[in-house]
């Protein structure tokens, strides 16, 4: 409560439907961020448990979990602080346009899609994260993107695919709900696709995932479903942020995104393939990212095996 300025307003770094983060500084003037979540399904046993695992998972992409806190009712996560907010903040600032031009963006997506196709494919345990969206992504001083759990992250069985938990749909942020959860009590990782891909359309074109303010008054769905209707209706260019320009690549951008976000998850490409897919783009802009080469624990989710089988010999 010290830390926090008894959670106060002024230090609220952002809110989600699973609880608020607040900027804390600790007594050595050490800064951290500290995510005070809403009551919980976990058990008292089963929270410290599960998140002593998310707290020994690291990665470049991923907010590091510096400890966790349970008193009575109350539950806090401590992460560091990252000084450029949430890419959410970024996107919609309170005050004037976005400034963020499409290369920064492109690197933001690329970090992203490589955190979570680590957290799918490669980590061990594997993770589903199940609650992606711009509010969960930070960025550090660099706009290097990285993912924060919200405590709803699933670890997923090392010899299955699914997880067979289903989680109540009222702690997700609206807007990145995938339509399976209202037909199906299984948790997947294609669920984490589909959310990304929405978070993938925010980034193209500037609007937010529950209110487009390019749709007409009449329209009442959400960011998915107008670009499903402008790609329909071949307005497909009439979607992206005016301020970015109109070229080849944000088409492929948004081509990526659309697949994410197909109907039945089957059909959506795994998060492996997405970062592929994005990562290649980046050959047309003068940024970098750290070229780290993973591949897949379980390549069963991965469409094309041979491609991941050719990547593992030349890579040997």
């Given at each position: 409560m010290k830390a926090t300025d008894n959670f106060g307003k002024s230090n609220i770094i952002g809110t989600g439907r699973?609880?608020?983060?607040?900027?804390?500084?600790?007594?050595?003037?050490?800064?951290?961020?500290?995510?005070?979540?809403?009551?919980?399904?976990?058990?008292?046993?089963?929270?410290?448990?599960?998140?002593?695992?998310?707290?020994?998972?690291?990665?470049?992409n991923l907010v590091s979990l510096l400890g966790?806190?349970?008193?009575?009712?109350?539950?806090?996560?401590?992460?560091?602080?990252?000084?450029?907010?949430?890419?959410?903040?970024?996107?919609?600032?309170?005050?004037?346009?976005?400034?963020?031009?499409?290369?920064?963006?492109?690197?933001?997506?690329?970090?992203?899609?490589?955190?979570?196709?680590?957290?799918?494919?490669?980590?061990n345990p594997r993770i589903i994260h199940q609650n992606i969206s711009s509010k969960c992504i930070l960025l550090d001083a660099d706009f290097e993107p990285k993912f924060f759990y919200f405590g709803l992250a699933r670890l997923m069985n090392p010899i299955d695919t699914h997880l067979s938990t289903f989680v109540n749909g009222e702690f997700r942020d609206l807007g990145y709900v995938v339509p399976e959860y209202t037909k199906t009590l299984v948790a997947t990782p294609k669920g984490d696709i589909y959310s990304f891909g929405t978070v993938l359309f925010e980034l193209v074109t500037g609007e937010r995932s529950t209110h487009v303010s390019k749709a007409p008054k009449t329209f009442k769905g959400n960011?998915?479903?107008?670009?499903?209707?402008?790609?329909?209706?071949?307005?497909?260019?009439?979607?992206?942020?005016?301020?970015?320009?109109?070229?080849?690549d944000l088409f492929q951008f948004m081509k990526v995104a659309c697949n994410c976000v197909t109907t039945m998850p089957k059909d959506r490409p795994a998060m492996f393939k997405v970062y592929q897919l994005l990562r290649a783009t980046r050959i047309n802009y003068n940024f970098t990212t750290e070229d780290e080469i993973m591949f897949p624990m379980d390549t069963s989710d991965v469409d094309?095996?041979?491609?991941?089988?050719?990547?593992?010999?030349?890579h040997d």
């Open positions: 699973s609880g608020t983060a607040y900027k804390a500084v600790l007594h050595d003037g050490t800064s951290v961020m500290v995510k005070r979540l809403q009551e919980s399904q976990h058990s008292e046993k089963e929270f410290p448990s599960e998140m002593n695992i998310l707290g020994s998972v690291k990665h470049c966790f806190c349970v008193a009575k009712k109350e539950r806090f996560l401590v992460y560091k602080n990252m000084p450029n907010g949430t890419l959410h903040g970024q996107l919609h600032p309170a005050a004037g346009a976005c400034t963020m031009d499409w290369p920064l963006r492109l690197k933001i997506a690329i970090g992203e899609a490589k955190g979570l196709a680590w957290l799918n494919h490669s980590s960011l998915v479903e107008w670009i499903q209707q402008q790609s329909s209706n071949a307005k497909l260019h009439e979607a992206i942020d005016e301020s970015l320009g109109v070229d080849q094309n095996l041979e491609e991941v089988i050719i990547a593992r010999e030349g």
